[in-house]
């Protein structure tokens, strides 16, 4: 199975020469199990580069199909869907992949697509969409890929995903905050939470916590949100963001094999992600992990398992 | 006025090497009038980073002012907006003007942009600024920040877009940005309110080529916003809205284009590119 990055930037995207290594495009990951149609995690600015190459295989004469698994559906997870090319060619089949809320989920990603903010409707994509409700903890098949999920620590609520396939595992889990200081989900939190949790909350962030952990349990590849450092965090707890440090411990939890970096801060230059990894790599070492710890940037390519 | 670029780009932000020379965020410009005032035209990805700067200013301590022109609610015209430092505090007062039958209905299709589905901050009242949402008249001239602006609706794809028309002393700018002429002919009321203009930013979207086979679209190539610039007799076009595929030497290409066109006349060519500024 080959993982490819092709957004790797939380928030909104982010051109200049300061992320010319890393990347300026949002959320976007692909999944490949051997000889098996794409599995795509996110759907953010990257996601139209990858479209473009897809058109060169099946896609481009609309033999194409694939699957989007969205871990939430905030603007820098969706925002490239209407300029992946695939959709507009008939005949291509995409399945889309998100948590199951009140509303229809096709009813929320035509709303992008609504006519004061595009000028083309979801229902003119030409290819086959369709959209599938994915609750907390659920698990399903991807052709031979088994895909597992679990909650996490996100307003609005994100999802993790878990794909096996070869023999091998990627775990994606962005966006996350750590599972201490407060419990993030559907009401507005304007500033960081002052004062005691109380025991019913910790119990819940704790039950959320060993959901990821038993994820992500011997995974060859994490994929973590380490959005902010240390200092932002005590500024934004509440903002659903994990540092460095929140993923070693997870993918020391887990059993994990390897550890990415991912999701980084929009305004975060090169050299700061640089800088990050390092230290992430001597933290890791220092508290006896045994896995290896990168950083995602756009064009990284993984390979687990059989490929 | 001083005019400066923070998003050139259209339809949807390109990072990448390609795009370091002329910038890959998307549509926002800065006025900085004669006494001082701001006027910033829309809100694409470039708003993040002007707001960053703002917030060493007045903007920082809450005592900010400015006026937003939107021309129309694509993405790419509104995406920088929940990432604009100055919103986030209080004190800050900021009115923006943008198409819409009424201020409600705007305000409506700029909340949905906040909705809980897609964004952390779930609404626009969680802004700690005062922000005031008014719907244009077209035609009717109107004050912000010193300025007295125009506003035109052109014909865009689909839709229509605002092309507004700032004028300070005698100095006049006018951004035309998403504008798709009938047959790709600018009319001659559009050459009307571009006339005697300064400084003229038009949409150069495309190169003739592309545009040849995307003219539902509602964008301009190059080769009408020359047309444009010569018809109304502008002292400088300035090119703008560059393709998402596009890259640097793709828009140095439309640049020298542009001055080939135009060899013969007055009319400078200044490409938009992002940190630039020009002085009306
Ligand atoms: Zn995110
Ligand atoms: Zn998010
Ligand atoms: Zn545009």
Redo the contacts between chains.
Sequence with gaps: MVIRFWGVRG???????A??RY???TSCVEVRPKGEPPIIIDAG?GI?KLGKLLLEESFGDGRGKASILISH???DH???LP?FSPLYRAGNEVHVFARE?D?HLEA?FS??H??????VPLSAMHATMQFHGVSEGASFDIGRAKVTSARLNH??VAIAYRVDADGASVVYCSDTAPFSDMILA?E?V?RPPSGILPLALLEELAEMRAGVVALAKNADLLIYDTQFTPEEYKKQPH??HSRPDDAIEIAMAAGAKRLCLYHHA??RSDDANDAILAGTRAAAQAAGARFEVMSAYEGLEVTVGDA | MKVRFWGV?G???????E??RY???TSCVSITTATGGLVIIDMG?GL?HLG?TLMASAFGKGAGRAAILLSH???DH???L??FPPVFVPGNEITLWGPGGSDHVLEG?LE??M?????????LK?FSASFEIRAVQVGVPFEVQGLTVTARLHPH???SALAFRLEEAGRVFVYASDVGYADGVPDAESIAFYRGADVLLHDTTYKPEDQATRRN??FSAYDEACAAARAAGVGRLVTFHYD?DYTDDDVDGIVASCRALLAGTAIEVVPAR?GDELAI
């Design positions: 928030s909104i995207p982010v051109p200049g020469r992320t010319n990347g300026g495009n600015t139209r559906t905030h603007w969706v925002q490239g300029f809320r509303v929320v709303q992008q609504d006519a004061p903010y595009f000028p307003p609005s559907h507005f304007e903002w659903g929009p305004m | 780009r339809s949807i932000p390109a990072p990448g090497p795009t370091n910038g890959g965020n990805t993040m960053a609610t694509h993405w509104i995406q920088g929940g990432f299709i949905g942009q909705d809980p589905n897609f964004s952390p901050l779930q609404t969680n794809g689909g839709t679209r509602g998402q992002e």
